[in-house]
């Protein structure tokens, strides 16, 4: 059995090439703004090599939100699958060097790590383009008691379902949670992800997922509701614990009856809005983890998303919560 | 032969790994702040473990310039060697990106691409910790007439000579330059590097060389002085153009009985102060490349740098000449 952590993410190890471009070039490879496409190798090549220097670094949505509770003072763990390369050794290395227990090990042979060209444009938005590479093989052999262990919370995301055996792990994941009392969480991941898998999200989500994290896009596309407050009305059918983002409008946790409407904080100006909804889940997640009320679960995981949103790069830094705290004791 | 350009650089080609550290990171390693140490492979990986999570780009101090040249509107080349892995296309890639026009193909096998584990502290000071690896393969049979062409500047850096086949590689690319009427810009790449070869930049400089660019203190570490006084008194010995950067005390250009003293532009905020050296010298020889007036090619230096140390990174972005010529205009 593993060391006991309060966290296991389970999800696709990618990282992330950044580059700047303009909208002539999002035309020219046909990616509508703010979307994510999954592309083959041979694919990845042609627009890598059309883009502009570029900035490599870590990420994933899931990886991110592990990275994000490591860097709160959570202990983590964390299973995806890199390869035996140098992007893979990177990917470890920044996972790894939070103290995050990287389960694990780089695979010798398959395909190539993962990556996702990050195109921002000059309005800061980001269109992203992703080689699934070695995630692909993620298989339902690598989830198993030994990898899991008991972990408070299991996270699992939406885009793990569009690899071949993810549907087969996830399940996985849910009857070692089972067995072992852990619970379960489920990111949505984007909202198109949603309708390619919304039968299997809503089974897992009637039985096996315990917290489900997405912003409300997602949600509606998950109930295939039209507006905040069909999607309200809709929630009140589930027993599930939904902590679901709204950009400026905030925050909403609802859990059978409660529910609770967190504004969000308005800031001066948002720099990179990249990365939000993932520390919003850590900060969240984490508060869970140390049994904090609810309220004080979405103002924590409200101050991680304020303060990702004003600096470039999606990843809480470490001191986080102690500025949290000091911002909630009286003056 | 290839295609002609205006500069061609010959240099390490280096990925740079960078990461927030504090002071005690600094002594643990033993590494002076502000320092460049090489180090081997073992120590490389030791040192990665130790570092918390990072951002990879491409770095190295004369394809930075290459790179900056490039993003000014000039055609420009490069020599450098990577191997065949994910770090060396990352480069090869970035330098492409520009226009850069590479010369060498990757190599198969060998050491890995090179990387700089560049520790950035509390005050913004970089400390830097280098693995030369492929860099360490650049050879004679690298640098021909096929290879060099006849571009109308070639670049090298100080850091050349520290790798076993360097100062017979920059002695070649010096004979073809002479054969084919290039002019040889040497950078001193830094002070410890000036001491480390000094009686071999020396001979080069009296011999082969017609422009050196660097700061003051490695201009005082070649020529032995220890005022500026006594620097720019010795400088009268040399019939090379010296093109010298002294941080927020400006520039000094002298060739013969020229003497330019060029005054650095007040910013309000240093943001990042690395590659400021670099992008001096991309705007200094592109304007030399373009005819211009000494008097103009240091006030395009001075741009490029005040430029670069107002933001992250050390590349000049595209777009900067314009913004310098729109400056001169008289209002």
Redesign the interface.
Known sequence: MQNSVKLLGISNAIVDVLAHVDAAFLDKIGAPKGSMTLIDEARAHEI??M????????GGSVANTV?GFANLGGTAAYIGKVKD???GE?FQ??MR??GVDVRLAPAADGS??ARCHVLIDDEGQRTMQTYLGACTELAVADVTPETVGNPAVILLEGYVWDIAEGPALAAAAIAIARANGSRVALSLSDSFCVERHRDAFHAAVKDGVDIVVADEDEVAALLQTKSHAGTMAALRGYDNLFAMTRSEKGSVIQWGEDVIEQPATPVAKIVDSTGAGDAYTAGFLFGLTQNRALKDCAELGTYCATRVIQQV?G?IEPGLLADFEASKKPT
Request: hydrophobic residues 30%; charged residues 20%; without cysteine.
């Open positions: 890598y090599d883009m502009g220097p570029a900035t490599e670094m870590s990275a390369d140098q992007l990177i290395h920044d060097s939070l190539p790590t790069g990843r």
